[in-house]
């Protein structure tokens, strides 16, 4: 059983023809019960986290913006991974965190000069306070190190008619923990590159 509740405060603030700013407050609260059938073992957790976010866009030219953007974010950890039985037909008392917080930063360009097509390219950096992988043999994903992601991505929004969008996104990766021994900072499964095309009717 989960439940999650959010609340989200935004404010908007246009100081120049040519300069605006984003600043928002996040805060997320998750509680989870799961039951094991086989064991009888119940685990609950109970988790908040306050992820405040901003951002500074610049417009030096008509249809074409740049932005500078960092936040907090998270991601939730499997409930399942709290149920660990300690021997004694009880719950075992060090679990990882249900939430796990990203901190992230990013500088992008935005143009849309071209009629009906919107450009972006941003880079990127994302900081994981535990990395999830999955475990085949547990059939969940289960917490791991702290992980860094760096990258840049592409994206293209085009309408050439009021029913037709296609978009298109080009996303280049390096991911790594970022602790232990270089040579054992390799993310496994973590893709290095991905392509996405769609068109929508």
Do not use: C, M
């Amino acid at each position: 059983d989960e439940l999650s509740l959010s609340a989200y405060a935004e404010h908007r603030a246009k100081w120049a023809p040519w300069l605006r700013t984003v600043v928002g407050l996040r805060i997320d609260h998750f509680r989870t019960t799961d039951r094991d059938r086989l064991t009888g073992i119940v685990g609950r957790q109970d988790s908040s986290l306050l992820q405040p976010k901003a951002s500074l866009i610049i417009a030096p030219w008509p249809h074409t913006e740049f932005t500078i953007s960092a936040g907090r974010g998270f991601h939730s950890n499997d409930a399942r991974a709290g149920l660990v039985d300690d021997g004694q037909g009880g719950a075992s008392l060090v679990r990882p965190p249900l939430l796990v917080e990203s901190n992230s930063y990013e500088a992008g360009l935005r143009t849309n000069v071209v009629p009906h097509l919107t450009l972006t390219a941003t880079a990127f950096q994302a900081d994981f306070a535990s990395e999830l992988t999955y475990s085949a043999d547990a059939g969940q994903t289960e917490a791991g190190r702290p992980s860094r992601r760096r990258g840049v991505e592409f994206t293209a929004q085009y309408r050439p008619a009021p029913w037709l969008e296609i978009n298109g996104n080009l996303a280049f990766s390096h991911a790594r923990y970022r602790d232990g021994p270089l040579a054992n900072r390799f993310i496994e499964d973590a893709p290095g590159f991905i392509e996405i095309g769609r068109a929508h009717v």
